[in-house]
């Protein structure tokens, strides 16, 4: 958790191709690392999460990577639609609370 | 629907003035959280409380405070307030005592003019 750094804040895809969300994060104690969508005017909702005994999980065609080495985990979407387009958001949870990354608007073009 | 409640959606108020948010959690959710978010500051954590009490508390200015009561809905009260607390309000719950699988309510929307 604490400091949770998101790129890249803006990405654009061509419907069909692959999009890659990288997330760093501060804390070496995180130990759960979740991914919410907030389509726009929209609450956030979770994806997908992943807990740091495990370094890959996918759901689908979404799928989150961790390496808990070099402190920084991802979201890739596979086969991209426009409906999922929305900003994307990681987190990392520390002790306390869940800090989240700045964000990442995902624009998929038809 | 996540089966979080936040009302109301809409406030508009003046400098100054002070104003209560609030949030009713999923059934048999214990742990609430109250998060701002900003177009500058994204999603930026306030407090949590787990079944009456408070857990966790985050960037919460002193002008603001907030508290769980007993059938575990909140409310988040913002007093003295300035321009810059105009923002997006959400409320999430979860059933575990730690931040994890968090649910957001539909959020209130603070204009401060």
């Known amino acids: 958790g604490e400091n949770v750094e998101q790129h890249p804040s803006t990405l654009s895809v061509q419907e069909g191709d692959s999009a890659v969300i990288k997330c760093t994060y501060s804390d070496s104690a995180s130990n759960y690392f979740p991914w919410y969508k907030q389509e726009l005017g929209k609450r956030p909702q979770l994806i997908i999460d992943i807990r740091s005994n495990v370094g890959e999980k996918k759901d689908q065609r979404i799928a989150v990577t961790l390496n808990k080495t070099a402190k920084h985990f991802s979201l890739h979407i596979t086969e991209t639609q426009p409906e999922d387009s929305a900003v994307y958001f990681c987190a990392a949870r520390g002790r306390y609370k869940l800090s989240f990354g700045a964000g990442t608007t995902v624009t998929v073009r038809a | 629907d996540s089966g979080v409640t936040q009302t109301p959606k809409h406030l508009i108020t003046a400098t100054g003035q002070r104003v209560t948010l609030r949030c009713s959690p999923r059934?048999?959710?214990?742990?609430v959280y109250w998060y701002q978010q900003s177009l500058d500051q994204g999603l930026q954590f306030l407090i949590q409380?787990?079944?009456?009490?408070?857990?966790a508390k985050g960037n919460i200015l002193e002008r603001f405070s907030a508290q769980q009561f007993p059938d575990l809905h909140s409310e988040l009260n913002l007093s003295s307030l300035e321009l810059g607390d105009s923002a997006l309000y959400f409320c999430?719950?979860?059933?575990?005592?730690?931040?994890?699988?968090?649910?957001f309510g539909s959020g209130t929307q603070l204009s401060v003019l």
């Open positions: 999430a719950s979860s059933v575990t005592t730690g931040p994890e699988k968090l649910f």
């Open positions: 059934s048999g959710d214990l742990s």
């Open positions: 409380y787990y079944n009456g009490e408070e857990r």
